[in-house]
């Protein structure tokens, strides 16, 4: 298949299409082990990134890819590079390619469906294996999710590491795989070893034997790699250089010279009836296991054991030698078994047995079940933040929808308003936790069983979304639809965006909230002000993007990205981004009275509304300032001097930009007029210059002056943060009442001269 992508197939790039051919080989025999042994309808699995073209092959040998498929490898619309569950008609459980975050999604999705069992009983999915790499254990999101204790007594998980002892660029060190194995034990994981195959353990009983062993164990990797692809009596010499190195020739005396390096080279991962030993052993561990596997990269390969085999592609010459060793042809090397042989009839078994492409259970709720808005804040003075908080609370007693809500958090439960919802609906967990302090008075009641609706992680950004992400596919992977809810502190969005994007990559549906945003965290310093996130609301695929000002808009787009939730097809995961700046919830009065509560919210949904729109005359200037968030304040301070100072306002809250942007990035594709900032901007006006003002870098909303070609100044956070009170960071970056208004005479006086 390689070989066929990179010098048969037409290439019009004239670039190396790659594949990883040695990589894939190293795997060939575990992904057999899995695939046409062990593995049951209800695993779900990871297959390492460099595997897919065995995985590939595994799929068409039982017949679930068509001959044709095969030749598509890394070509637009045919079989990805690396496995994908949206890309590509294949059935993939997760997706690869990104380093780290696969052998961690089928442990975190393991989570979701032990939440799924305790909650709804019956789950489609019961053990979650993962086939990783060893240098994808460089990773430190890796060892992020290893040392949570939640994930510590998971019963239903195993990696295999192939440990092929090769990462992109070296050979790795061989006092590294004993450093891997402790780590992984000091986390409470069952640590198995598929180190030798039988015929090097024959050796080893062997008078001699032990010391063979021992001087193997003790071989520098890079040796060992030398002496597999050496002859007999360099294999020979090279023992005798080691300090047990004449015992141990005893144990190979016998052995011809021609037989020895494929002897050396017997290592486990390669020898199937120990795969298999130890894949049974690890499913009766009852706890997280890990199994390590040693391969050799490039196995059954001429370039087998080639330190720089990672990205070599065999030559023309070298695959006619790899055919002919298997007795096949340009044209037969595509052949599937006959259907009638005892191979083809145990791979039709084998594909009816994993049912891989297996249907989706219904979605168990609609958009009936989840409610408008719940009127959760009724207070005068809010801020978006405490809303969020009610509305939670109140989510839980919604009939059949407050039961599928799954809350969870990166050690902030207290600090993002969580608190309420987890006294009243629990924390979840698989461990024994006493709770010392279930008599003393508290904010926070953690009253921990299996009930939870709530799951506390530790500090690990990376962990949380990588968890938001496995639970927002619960339907898919395990049958039961979970609704899942994330808070975070807003500057932290950046430090877990692999993880969002792996989830979103993969078609989670799943809500976040940053909060608190921006500079109005003022006290907390720079370290703790974000201001890129909102560009990334924006920009990365399959999200909506709300920043709500006030606490009726906050159930708004609470309750609708629970609906995209719902819609499995179609829906797209959500961010809002909030605060915990007080917002006289009147300012919104004169709007509602304006358009009527269902109307404002369909505008709202849409991508915002205009607070103030002044007619426009011809002979007084004119201004169109857009905001989103927190700055609406002083926004319509600011709107309200400029009026009494004889400048026309039309003050946009664009609370939802990246609607507002995708609707009319897809109205210019189509090549029509028809958007919602056609509404907020009418005809009249589109001469008139835009400030826009974000407690966020300008730039993201700069982009509305585009739309019609006007004359834009944009205001936001041009650099980081420092601690100090709200309207010291403002005045700061030039986003407070006075610079907003100065800035604005200055846009109408270039405009409209003095």
């Not at 047995?353 to 259970?361: E, G, M, S, T, V």
């Not at 207290?414 to 924390?427: A, D, E, H, P, Q």
Request: proline share 6%.
């Amino acid at each position: 298949m390689i070989h066929h992508a990179n010098h048969v197939r037409h290439n019009p790039d004239k670039t190396k299409v790659g594949g990883h051919q040695a990589s894939a080989a190293s795997s060939v025999t575990i992904l057999t082990a899995l695939y046409f042994y062990f593995l049951r309808a209800s695993d779900r699995v990871l297959v390492k990134p460099h595997a897919s073209p065995v995985f590939y092959a595994a799929l068409y040998l039982m017949g679930l890819l068509p001959k044709s498929a095969l030749m598509t490898l890394r070509q637009f619309g045919g079989l990805q590079a690396y496995p994908s569950r949206t890309k590509e008609n294949a059935p993939v459980d997760f997706s690869g390619g990104s380093m780290g975050l696969g052998p961690v999604a089928p442990t975190f999705a393991a989570l979701a469906q032990q939440y799924a069992q305790a909650h709804f009983g019956d789950t489609t999915a019961d053990r979650f294996i993962a086939l990783s790499g060893d240098a994808e254990l460089d990773e430190g999101n890796i060892w992020e999710a290893l040392i949570e204790e939640e994930l510590q007594s998971l019963p239903n998980v195993i990696w295999i590491i192939d440990l092929n002892r090769q990462s992109l660029d070296r050979v790795t060190p061989g006092v590294r795989a004993a450093k891997l194995k402790q780590l992984f034990a000091a986390c409470r994981w069952n640590v198995l070893e598929a180190k030798y195959g039988h015929q090097l353990q024959r050796a080893f009983r062997q008078p001699g034997g032990e010391a063979l062993r021992r001087c193997i164990d003790d071989m520098e990797n890079e040796e060992y790699q030398h002496l597999i692809r050496s002859d007999g009596p360099t294999i020979r010499q090279a023992l005798t250089r080691h300090t047990q190195g004449r015992e141990a020739s005893r144990a190979i005396a016998h052995v011809p010279d021609d037989q020895l390096p494929r002897l050396l080279a017997n290592l486990g991962g390669h020898d199937m009836q120990l795969l298999l030993e130890k894949l049974h052993e690890a499913d009766q561990a009852g706890r997280p296991t890990v199994i390590f596997a040693y391969t050799i990269k490039g196995y059954g390969l001429p370039i087998y054991g080639d330190p720089a085999n990672h990205a070599a592609l065999l030559s023309e010459e070298r695959i006619c030698e790899l055919r002919a060793r298997f007795g096949l042809t340009a044209e037969s090397q595509w052949d599937a078994f006959d259907p009638d042989s005892p191979e083809g009839r145990w791979c039709a078994q084998r594909a009816a047995a994993l049912n891989l492409r297996r249907a989706i259970p219904p979605v168990p709720l609609t958009s009936d079940d989840v409610p408008a808005e719940l009127n959760a804040t009724q207070t005068p003075v809010a801020s978006t933040q405490e809303a969020f908080g009610r509305a939670l609370v109140r989510l839980a007693e919604v009939p059949r929808l407050g039961r599928r809500i799954v809350t969870s958090s990166a050690d902030v439960s207290i600090s993002t308003n969580l608190g309420g919802w987890i006294n009243k609906v629990g924390t979840f967990t698989l461990r024994q936790v006493t709770d010392y302090e279930a008599n003393r008075a508290r904010i926070l009641n953690w009253q921990f069983s299996l009930r939870g609706q709530h799951i506390e992680l530790g500090i690990a950004e990376m962990n949380l979304f990588s968890l938001l992400g496995q639970m927002g596919l619960s339907h898919e992977l395990i049958g039961q639809l979970l609704i899942p809810i994330g808070t975070v502190y807003d500057p932290f969005v950046c430090r877990a965006l692999d993880a969002i994007i792996y989830g979103l990559y993969s078609g989670a549906k799943f809500i976040f909230v940053g909060t608190p945003s921006g500079v109005t965290l003022a006290p907390e310093g720079g370290a703790h002000q974000s201001s890129v996130t909102s560009s990334l609301g924006i920009e990365l695929p399959n999200l909506d993007y709300y920043e709500p000002t006030f606490a009726i808009e906050t159930e708004w787009a609470l309750c609708e990205a629970i609906r995209q939730c719902l819609d499995r097809r179609y829906g797209r995961s959500s961010y809002l981004r909030l605060s915990t700046k007080p917002i006289e919830q009147s300012l919104l009065e004169p709007v509602l009275q304006r358009y009527g509560r269902d109307e404002l919210r369909a505008r709202f949904l849409r991508g915002g509304y205009a607070l103030l729109s002044d007619p426009v005359a011809p002979s007084e200037p004119y201004l169109h300032i857009v905001t989103t968030g927190v700055m609406l304040p002083e926004v319509l301070e600011a709107a309200h001097y400029l009026r009494e100072e004889g400048v026309r306002v039309n003050v946009i809250n664009l609370a939802s930009p990246r609607r507002a942007y995708d609707a009319w990035h897809a109205a210019q594709r189509r090549g029509d007029k028809a958007h919602h900032l056609a509404q907020l901007i009418p005809p009249e006006s589109r001469h008139a210059p835009i400030l826009t003002v974000h407690d966020a870098a300008p730039h993201a909303l700069a982009w509305v002056g585009s739309v019609f070609g006007q004359p834009t100044y944009a205001l936001g956070v041009t650099g980081f943060g420092q601690s100090g009170y709200r309207a010291d960071l403002y005045r700061y970056f030039e986003i407070d009442t006075e610079s907003i208004i100065r800035f604005a005479f200055a846009l109408v006086d270039e405009h409209w001269g003095n």
